[in-house]
C-alpha cells in the first residue's frame, strides 16, 4: 500500500463540564485527506484545497504532527501529504485537529499499522500545540479513537473512550467569525474558587456516569460549565439567547464548541435536533452574520478510510 485517501473528522472538546478532557467526533463534516509513500526520502505538504494555509512543514499541523510520528518510527521511504479542507480554521470544531490526526493516521496506516490509536494522540498532539499555543488532545483523541473520549492525563497520555448513547445528536452552530484560539485562552480566568470546583466536578462525573447509563435527564442536568462559559460565551453574538432557545426547543445542553465561535447542542434524538436546528436559525438569521448548521450523529469510529 503506497497511498492511502481518507476522511477526517470535525469534531466538539470542552464539552461544557469537560473543559479541556471531553471530547467527541463529529459524521458528515470533515476534510480529506490523501498521505502517500514516495522513493525520495523527507516529508512534504504538497497540495492544500479549499483554506489558504502552509505548504510549509514546519507551518502546518499536518505537517508537524507526520515529523512526530516519523520521529519515533524513522523511514527511508518520504511522505507527501494532499489536504482538502471543508472545515474552516479556526471555527473551534478541530479544523486543525483533524489535520494533525489525519496526518499521523495516514502514516501509521503506510508503516503498517506500528502504533495503536491511543499511541498516535501524542504525536498529534505535536501538531495541535502549533495552533493553540499548548499541547492538548481533547480534538486529537475522539477523532483518532472515534465517540466520546475523555482525556484523564495528557502526561502521560491516559484517554478514556466513552460508551455513545444511541440517540444522542449533536447539532452544531458556525457562526462565520474568526475568533482565534489563543485570544479565547487568554480571557480565561487562572482561578477558580472552590465552590466552583466542586459544581464542574460534580457535573462531569455525572455527566460520565449518564453516558454509561443512557441516562438522558442525568445528562441534561449535568451538561453545565460553571467556568469557562461565562467568561468565553462573551465573545459569541447571541450566545445566551441561542442556549436559551435550544434548550426551550428539547435540547439536554447546549454550550462553546472548542474555543468558539462554534457552538453546539446535543439532543436526544435527530427529530429534537431538527427543532433546536429551527430555534437557532431563527435567531442567527436575522442578525446577517454568515452561518452553517450541521447535524450530526456521534461518530463512533473517528477516521475513515476512503480508499487505498
Ligand atoms: P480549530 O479549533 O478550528 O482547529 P484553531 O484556532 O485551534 O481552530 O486552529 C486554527 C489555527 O491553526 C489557524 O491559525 C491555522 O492557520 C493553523 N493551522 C495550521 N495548519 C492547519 C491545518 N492543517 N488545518 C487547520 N488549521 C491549521
Known sequence: MDQVKIFTPASVANVSCGF??????????????????????????????????????????????????LKAHPQKAGFEIEIYKNIKAGSGIGSSAASAAGAVFGINELLGKPFTAHELIAFAMEGEALASGSAHADNVAPVLMGGITLVRSINPI????????????????????ELKTMHAREIIKKNVTMEKAI????????????????????????????????????????????????????????????????????????????KVSKAIDEIISPIGIDFEIHLSNINDQGIKILSN
Open 199 to 274: 459544581q464542574q466536578w460534580g457535573n462531569l462525573g455525572a455527566f460520565v456516569s449518564a453516558l454509561f447509563n443512557e441516562d438522558y435527564g442525568l445528562m441534561s442536568r449535568s451538561l453545565k460549565d460553571e467556568i469557562i462559559e461565562p467568561v468565553r460565551s462573551l465573545l459569541i453574538p447571541e450566545f445566551d439567547s441561542l442556549k436559551k432557545a435550544s434548550i426551550s426547543a428539547g435540547a439536554l445542553g447546549f454550550g462553546i464548541s472548542g474555543s468558539g465561535p462554534s457552538v453546539y447542542a446535543l439532543t436526544k434524538g435527530m427529530k429534537t435536533a431538527q
Open 20 to 69: 479541556d478532557v471531553l471530547g467527541f467526533c463529529l459524521e458528515p463534516v470533515g476534510d480529506e485527506m490523501v498521505i502517500r509513500k514516495v522513493e525520495s526520502s523527507g516529508l512534504k505538504i504538497t497540495k492544500i484545497v479549499g483554506e489558504s494555509l502552509p505548504l510549509d512543514v514546519k507551518k502546518n499541523v499536518a505537517g508537524l504532527a507526520a515529523e512526530a510520528i
Open 158 to 177: 491516559d484517554v478514556i473512550q466513552l460508551p455513545t448513547p444511541k440517540e444522542l445528536t449533536a447539532v452544531i452552530l458556525h457562526p462565520k467569525i
